[in-house]
């Protein structure tokens, strides 16, 4: 049910970031670099226990009128972070995390891939679907 | 109707006519306008073209299934050449040339007679158009998915070609495309291979014709595109498929010229599918997978493979995308199949094909290799796998440590789990307690189980073979393709089973260490004796002893001598009984006597009981010398009436001893699991036997406590009288 997924490196630049386009995307891009404070808020709040204590899902991040948005931190500090829309029935944190998890698994099979170096914005056409079928799933 | 039985090359070129009438791609059906299309553009008359629908059974039916229209293609065969029409003569007929489609170009007909299984035929190969894969940028129309699947491949044959362009009243679509085809043959002359290709473009700018004709060639060009691409790896041949260098790609592919018969094959096999590899390509992808991994079972590391298909020339993102086709188990290693699948599609990516979007089903990698790559791969090059943080390379790692904890578990030699009764039966009690003291059984839950009771006492006892029950879980764990333990892995929903828990559970766990061997006249019957006798003689010898031991605490250890030298034992005894008093001194006697006696008997019995070994151990003391046995009945003796301080310091010592004892005991055991198990069976008994021993003793205990409660008692109320 995302409006938006964006894949953030460690260095808090993008990999990805697509939108629904029906939107402004720039709104979204926004949003999601603004949420990556909250982000680093929480990782930072938490980061103190060992990296195995650390959850990596972290759950929403902020709420405004309009949307919400869900982050996620792998080991490595790749965030995932999606923007879903408020106005949808609200999904159950199961399925957020579930949404992560997928995200996360292709991701892995991008960073798999040899041709891809790390630090490249991702261009896999399978993660590309994969988040589609998650956006195209909501809207 | 009858059965109809064509020759390859008719096989082929009645798929592609089927395919190309498949308009809807239902594969079933070919729609029957494009059908009588086809008949009509095949220049035989209306009638026969009627007769002929009717006889393949089209008619009947309604729609030209698949076996109707090869049927029916092989009528207008028929009838082209001269021949009556007959459904008999369907198959009778050899020989018969292939049915010729009229486009209206000349050129075609004799393109297609002359495409058609002449291996000699390489001319017509050069001088047929290869149409570009133009279709790059024709792709997005819709009738140009009706050629792709024909088209695609490399191993596509030329007729396919022809009747797609055939039919004079093709859709304007066609037209169209072919605009677009020839244009793009204009932008990708690579796939044009020869001179005299671009004067034949020239020449049909506007026409149908050449569209498939390209597919043919793109065997030729395949084939030589990987000798170039192997030999001269970096630099030539193979530039990438550009308009710009599209001199280069021509003369590189005119020079290879000399495998037409092996293209020609190679369009004729597979034709069903087009993107099925050939044996010979087969064969050199096996070849070039050897140049980078000797092990044919083994995996090419992502690394290695980058490298190799960076030397194609190709973008890397669309080397990328052909990675993410091909590996289909995902873990960052080409194996064999996946491999011939990835080198398949660079090659045909190279000749302009597009690359799919998914993995065509020739290409996928057969099942079987999973469970291979599963297992650990002695050919898993140990080329950095950084690249995979997913399930495999911990795979392989995980089962790589199974050899060697197998080894190294020479005396378990036991991974899977053996069934246990947990009835609490007597015998089986005994037996489940010595198989849990067994430290050579690495049953994943019996140390589990053993645990509780066990892992008070036996936590000091060596031989852990811990590593055993990892082993076993690891065992299961791989089994169901699990994850490392990375969080990475595990959280990724793929079929993974997650049991990184238990090895850790499992680590907590001290297995039980093996018991103190004991005697080779041991058996179970012996310790119920043992029991019982000892049961026997303790309801009957404790008492006895008792009223006169327990006044004397402090004399306790005199009185253990006492026991050991029966002739001192009544002076001590008197000695110190003395001071309690005539009566005391009285039973003392007796009880010495009493005492004596029993003590005798029960020393007997005691000793008897020292050869079922499985209490001596309990009691801590080694089973196996007799000199030990004065030791031991001491401390029998000791337990039976109080426990004392001194017991405890000896209960201690002796029990390290024990603990000695028992751990030299399983090395003596063997590799033997039938030993093992024996005396994994043995030490449950005395586990068990000691057990009820305790509880005994304990028992006994109480009561003494109680008696000497009532003894004082009576003593209390007594010696007023003494005093007077």
Redesign the interface.
Known sequence: MAVCVAVIAKENYPLYIRSVPTQNELKFHYTVHTSLDVVEEKVSAVGKALP?QRE?YLGLLYPTEDYKVYGYV??SKVKFVIVVDSSNTSLRDNEIR?MF??L??SF??V??????NPGDTI????FDSIVSAMMVQSS | MESLTLSDVEQKYYSDLFVYCDVDNTKKVASNGKVLDLFRAAQLSNDVVLQITELCGATRLGHFGRSQFYIALKLIALAQSGLPLRVESLNSVKDLPLPRFVVGKNEQESRHTAMYPDTENQGPYSSVIPRPPGRVPAKKLSTHEVIQPCVSAPDTTSPVVSPHQSPPTSPHAWRKHKRQASGGAVDRPPAVAGAAWPPFREAQPGTHSGDGMWASHSPPPVQESWVSFTDTPPSSTLPAVHPSSAQESTTVRTVASAATTNEIQRQASGYEDPWKITDEQRQYYINQFKTIQPDLTGFIPGSAAKEFFTKSKLPILELSHIWELSDFDKDGALTLDEFCAAFHLVVARKNGYDLPEKLPESLMPKLIDLDDSSAPEVGFSSSPVEVTPNKSPSMPSLNQNWPELNQSNEDTAIVHPVPIRMTPSKIHMQEMELKRTASDHTHPTSPLMAKPPELSEEKKLAAIKFPGSTVGDGYSSSDSFTSDQEPISSAVTRQRSHSGTSPEGLKAVAPPPPPPRPHASHSRSSSLDMNRNFTAVAAGGVWFTSPQQMPEQPNFADFSQFQVFAVEQPVDDGDTHASSGPLCSVQVEKGVDAAGAVRATKNDTQAEERTPATVNSAKGSTPLAPPPKPVRRRLKSEDELRPDVEDHPQKSSVVPGVLATQASIPRSIGKDKKAIQASIRRNKETNTVLARLNSELQQQLKDLLEERISLEVQLEQLRPFSHL
Not at chain 1, 111 to 116: A, R, T
């Open positions: 195995d990596l792998t080991n579930s998890r997928k996360h698994s892995t099979d960073m798999c891939n040899p041709f891809y261009q896999s056409k399978s």
